[in-house]
């Protein structure tokens, strides 16, 4: 199994990233998957999460601004981040729903300054 997350980088606030996750290994299609995230000095925190039939739900600090969407002939999930602010500065990654200590794949580094 691997979750591979790409798609971050430097953006100012008020901008827009997309993040993508490949996930191998067959646990894709059954189940639902989450992204998460962890800004430094902070635990490691939900961010949103989609079902295997596609509904959604998302943090609170999250709603209105994020995205996220599954690809399931791809076997990948999505997060689009829109407005996003500097305390959306984290890693991101992606896991399952709930989390699986064995599938934290690098993240994918979000920096969001001006």
């Known amino acids: 199994v691997q979750l591979q997350a790409s798609g971050g980088g430097l953006v100012q606030p008020g901008g827009s990233l997309r993040l993508s996750c490949a996930v191998s290994g067959g646990i894709f299609s059954s189940n639902t998957m989450g992204w998460y995230r962890q800004a430094p000095g902070k635990q490691r925190e939900w961010v949103a999460s989609?079902?295997?039939?596609?509904?959604?739900n998302y943090a609170d600090s999250m709603k209105g601004r994020f995205i996220v969407s599954r690809d399931n002939a791809k076997n990948t999930v999505l997060l689009q981040m829109n407005s996003l602010k500097p305390e959306d500065t984290a890693v991101y990654y992606c896991?399952?729903?709930?989390?699986?200590?064995?599938?934290w794949g690098q993240g994918t580094q979000v920096t969001v300054s001006s």
């Open positions: 896991n399952t729903i709930p989390p699986y200590a064995r599938y």
């Open positions: 989609i079902t295997n039939v596609g509904r959604t």
